[in-house]
């Protein structure tokens, strides 16, 4: 068993392929096919004769209760197993999408293999996959009925919290991209309402659907990924080629966000995003990112706009309530240059972590009722999907003026 960086605890980090893969697989096949397949040979109607009777006995494993949340892409439904009512599960119903080959989502298949090889504490489980009737695909998952960190963050009178707890979420999200990094995948779209929050307190990273591996270096890589106020700037600038910087970028972002309770980067737009990186940062230049200049999409600022990188007493002066082994974490995770960013080990890694106050523990952390229907909110939006009222009632106050 793997351990994560500074003793963290972590799940299995081997990846195994177990045999509801295959079964995505026969399911995927058969969504795709339909009857076609009454004229395939004799061995190929056996294959899928026997991914059909696992896929009825799966079926029958559940029995489905009411639905929590309806969505374009996908119902999301609460459901027990048959042969114990008090075990609980989401099953995410995804919807058969005619505009898209095989009338499923880009991204659906390629979600559910992740997850069935990721298993972390820190990561959402995913139990089951079967298919209905109808050839839906349904996508039996962790219940997880305490919502998520935008619902806490968002609710300013309801909900205190502290630096303690602050560590302790970031703590948990850092061990699951810790995981998946050291296991070859990147998340691609990190961001509070993706942080969905378990009975006992622990967050769980969610939403694979845009994930990617990145085993082969010589890969080239979409940049429209990641919702935009998390997206770091190489990907505004459309670099093909990308690390685990990426992910990383959008936990600093996350961070910052936990901590002003509202986020950081709000951008309207692509361009007005790439202002506020900036504005806030300081302005991508070839002297604190040597190559950016050769990035596609890269455009030279006009001299007199350039803004300089920030020092440590600008970002303390809005993030000071973490400290300054925090504040100073929180810059390293937000260098405009991917390749001096830090790392998830790294993050796991530094000073911050041994500082006081200590990380809460998971059970001490804030709680908020109506989780449950956030958390379908949550599974059943299309990977990428923003919500665009956030932020807009709370009065921000970021004095970068200095420093």
């Known amino acids: 068993m ?20 295959a079964k995505v697989h026969a399911v995927a096949t058969s969504v795709s096919r339909g009857t076609a397949t009454e004229s395939k040979t004799s061995s190929n109607g056996a294959g899928l004769e026997l991914a059909e009777e696992l896929n009825e006995a799966t079926r029958r494993k559940y029995i489905k209760g009411k639905r929590l949340g309806e969505g374009t892409y996908a119902d999301v439904y609460l459901a027990h197993l048959a042969a114990d009512p008090s075990s609980l599960f989401a099953i995410k119903k ?4 005619e505009n898209y080959k095989d009338g499923l989502l880009p991204g659906i298949i390629a979600e559910v293999m992740y997850l069935q090889e990721l298993s972390h504490p820190n990561i959402i489980a995913l139990h089951s996959v079967f298919s209905t ?12 009925p305490l919502g998520d960190l935008e619902m806490l963050i968002k609710d300013t009178t309801g909900v205190n919290y502290g630096p303690a707890d602050v560590k302790a979420w970031m703590g948990m999200l850092g061990r699951a991209v810790w995981f998946c990094h ?36 010589y890969a080239p890589m979409t940049h429209n990924v990641i919702t935009r106020w998390y997206r770091p700037p190489e990907l505004f600038y459309r670099a093909r080629y990308y690390s685990g910087a990426v992910d990383v970028w959008s936990m600093g972002t996350v961070f910052a ?41 890269y455009v030279p600022p006009v001299k007199e706009e350039i803004v300089p990188v920030h020092g440590l007493q600008s970002f303390m002066r809005t993030f000071g309530s973490a400290g300054t082994a925090g504040v100073e974490l929180l810059m390293w995770m937000l260098r405009l240059d991917p390749r001096k960013r830090a790392t998830a080990r790294q993050v796991l890694q530094h000073e911050w972590w041994k500082t006081d106050p200590k990380p809460s523990r998971k059970e001490d952390l804030p709680k908020k009722s109506g989780g449950q229907k956030k958390m379908a909110d949550d599974l059943k939006r299309k990977g990428g999907e923003v919500d665009r009222s956030r932020g807009d009632k709370i009065a921000r106050k970021l004095d970068f003026s200095k420093g």
């Open 257 to 297: 966000e936990l901590i002003l309770r509202t986020p950081f980067l709000k951008g309207l737009t692509d361009i007005n995003q790439l202002e506020l990186i900036s504005k806030w940062i300081g302005t991508p230049t070839e002297e604190n990112w040597p190559g950016v200049s050769k990035l596609e999409g």
């Open 133 to 144: 009737k109808d050839q839906n695909l349904n996508l039996v998952l962790e219940y997880l």
């Open 94 to 97: 995804i919807k058969v999408q």
């Open 2 to 21: 793997a351990k994560s960086p500074a003793g963290l605890p972590s799940g299995a980090s081997t990846l195994n392929i177990s045999a509801a893969k």
């Open 182 to 217: 050291e296991n070859f995948v990147l998340h691609r779209d990190i961001k509070p309402n993706n942080l969905l929050i378990a009975a006992d307190g622990e967050v769980k990273l969610a939403d694979f659907g845009l994930a990617r591996s990145f085993a082969d270096p």
